[in-house]
């Protein structure tokens, strides 16, 4: 239980070192996207590659070329997706959630709150810690596709542009 033998002590650190320096060079080859946790998807990707190094680490079942092909697999997939993402934008719905407009005017969307499963709380902690104090100031709260809150300002909304394709109710789309 406390020490089996040498050996597989230095299994761990040698694979350890070659999978740890695989997994680097693996995603500075897949690109920035690979670590952005944009959506579900990568994060799912994400968890892999951990599950997956820690196999590699600690079970003498799988050889090194093993894990090695099973982080290239689970890279390879995550650039498909996001290739296939940018370019078709079905497959983009697939993978990707679309933002939702959680407060707009001043206004908070109870319906959207109870549909995304976020509580005025939240909405009001986003806006206090963007640094609003009263949420009649603000002109909209977002829920965006990573999960993240974004809070814009009456006074920054300007045209609202940055909110084209997210339903709102106003009637200057």
Excluded at 22 to 30: G, Q, T
Excluded at 58 to 82: C, K, N, R, Y
Aim: proline share 1%; charged share 15%; aromatic share 6%.
């Amino acid at each position: 239980m406390w020490f089996d033998n040498w050996s597989d002590i230095l299994r761990v650190v040698v694979v350890g070192i070659a999978s740890y320096a695989l997994l680097v060079v693996s995603i500075r080859l897949s690109g920035k996207r690979t670590l952005a946790q944009l959506n579900a998807f990568d994060f799912v990707v994400t968890v892999a590659l951990g599950s997956t190094l820690a196999t590699i680490l600690l079970s003498s079942d799988v050889s090194f070329a093993e894990g090695g092909t099973a982080i290239a697999l689970l890279l390879a997939l995550q650039v498909a997706v996001a290739v296939c993402t940018v370019a078709l934008a079905r497959v983009g719905k697939l993978f990707t959630a679309e933002p939702s407009l959680l407060l707009w005017q001043g206004q908070m969307d109870y319906a959207a709150l109870r549909r995304h499963r976020v509580s005025r709380a939240d909405v009001e902690q986003a806006i206090r810690q963007s640094g609003v104090g009263e949420i009649g100031a603000v002109g909209a709260v977002i829920l965006e596709s990573n999960g993240r809150i974004s809070v814009i300002e009456q006074s920054k909304l300007g045209s609202g542009s940055s909110l084209d394709g997210i339903d709102r109710p106003d009637a200057n789309r």
